[in-house]
Structure formats: C-alpha cells, structure tokens
T-cell receptor, first 116, second 113 residues
Framework: GAGVSQSPSNKVTEKGKDVELRCDPI?????LYWYRQRLGQGLEFLIYFQGNSAPDKSGLPSDRFSAERTGESVSTLTIQRTQQEDSAVYLC??????????????FGEGSRLTVL | AQSVTQLGSHVSVSEGALVLLRCNYSSSVPPYLFWYVQYPNQGLQLLLK??????LVKGINGFEAEFKKSETSFHLTKPSAHMSDAAEYFCAVSRGGYQKVTFGTGTKLQVIP
C-alpha cells in the first residue's frame, strides 16, 4: 500500500481480554517496528523485525505481549489478559531493506487501546 | 550502543520567536540522525534527516538542524515560530542497515500567541 496501515484505529476492551493489533507495512519494507506511547509519554520500543525474524524484542514488557510477522509483510501484536496499564497508542513503523536502510521510519497512525 | 538525549520535555516560545529544541546523541559509529514531528492524535512524520554530506540539513515547514560531530549534537531550529508548529518533536539516531532506531523522550513545543 501507499503507507503503513494499522488496525483497528481504536479498540476498547475489558481487563483480562486478549487483543490483536495489526500492522501492514509499506510494500518492500523489510524492517518493521512496534512502539508503545502512553498518554503524554514518549515512544517506548517494543520489538523490531527484520524480515520474519525478530533480532530485538527486548522492549516487550512481559510475557503477555507477543508479536509475529509472516511473509515479510503483515505483523500482529498480541496482548493477552490485558491490564489497565496496557492502555496506550501502539505505533507501527517500517523501513527500507538492509543496505538501503538509513533508519528513516515510516509510521502508521497508530492503534489506540483502552482497557477498562 | 546508541542513545539520544533531548533536553527539556516542554518548551514554550512566543509566536514569531526562535525555536530551539536540543538533541544530543551517543553512537560508536557515524550516525544517521532524524527529527520527527507528531501532531495531536497522529502518527510521527519525518521532519528532516542527516545521513551524509552537508551538516546543515533543511526540512519541512522551515525547520533545520545542524549535525555537530564535535558536540555530538543535532539541535532543531526554526527562526520564527508559528502557531501550527505546536506539536511534539522526537530526535532519533540510527546506524542504518540492520540496526534499530533509537528515539529520544520527546519535546512538546507550545507556541504562545
């Protein structure tokens, strides 16, 4: 697609439920990032994919969080047994492949998660 | 390891005044440096970037930044603030290739009429 697409744009869920957030990167972008942004806060790195592998998932806050990517395209971030502190905007970004990659990221509009 | 420090989580300027947002980085190799802007309820968009070449980089909306290797800085400036510049600004560093991008904690710019 023309840009990074994220869905849903807004999700309200009850504490304890599982949620899935989806990111569709720009076609041909092999690097994909997930960040979390709590209200009024900066960007918190979660996980980084290069192709289908995740060389850096050090930012995942707990084992309730997982992410996968298939076919070097769509990525899904799953949060199990959601807690109120998971409420945030989850931002996805993608970038050009390897040697062409200067680190410039292209961001989606984000998925706003509210846990009641 | 690489890191980014943004001095001042909130900056207020009067409309028409100089905007200066500070960013210092650490990197073991020559970095790629970026400024992103985030308007309320939106994702981040690239304002400007330094990769190689000229150290004074011009971006969108009249912003520019200068890469100073000796000071490990990449401060963002704009000669005259406009109300529409009110947003949050993030500095970022990367070594490119397969290396991840590291962001600063952000600076919220308020423009006072």
């Amino acid at each position: 697609g023309a840009g990074v697409s994220q869905s849903p744009s807004n999700k309200v869920t009850e504490k304890g439920k599982d949620v899935e957030l989806r990111c569709d990167p720009i076609s041909g972008h092999t690097a994909l990032y997930w960040y979390r942004q709590r209200l009024g806060q900066g960007l918190e790195f979660l996980i980084y994919f290069q192709g289908n592998s995740a060389p850096d998932k050090s930012g995942l806050p707990s084992d309730r969080f997982s992410a996968e990517r298939t076919g070097e395209s769509v990525s899904t971030l799953t949060i199990q047994r959601t807690q109120q502190e998971d409420s945030a905007v989850y931002l996805c970004a993608s970038s050009f492949p390897g040697a062409m990659n200067t680190g410039e990221l292209f961001f989606g509009e984000g998925s706003r998660l509210t846990v009641l | 390891a690489q890191s980014v420090t943004q001095l001042g989580s909130h900056v207020s300027v009067s409309e028409g005044a100089l905007v200066l947002l500070r960013c210092n980085y650490s990197s073991s190799v020559p970095p790629y440096l970026f400024w992103y802007v985030q308007y309320p309820n939106q994702g981040l968009q690239l304002l400007l970037k330094y990769t190689t070449g000229a150290t004074l980089v011009k971006g969108i909306n009249g912003f520019e930044a200068e890469f100073k290797k000796s000071e490990t800085s990449f401060h963002l400036t704009k000669p005259s603030a406009h109300m529409s510049d009110a947003a949050e600004y993030f500095c970022a560093v990367s070594r490119g290739g397969y290396q991840k991008v590291t962001f600063g904690t952000g600076t919220k710019l308020q423009v006072i009429p």
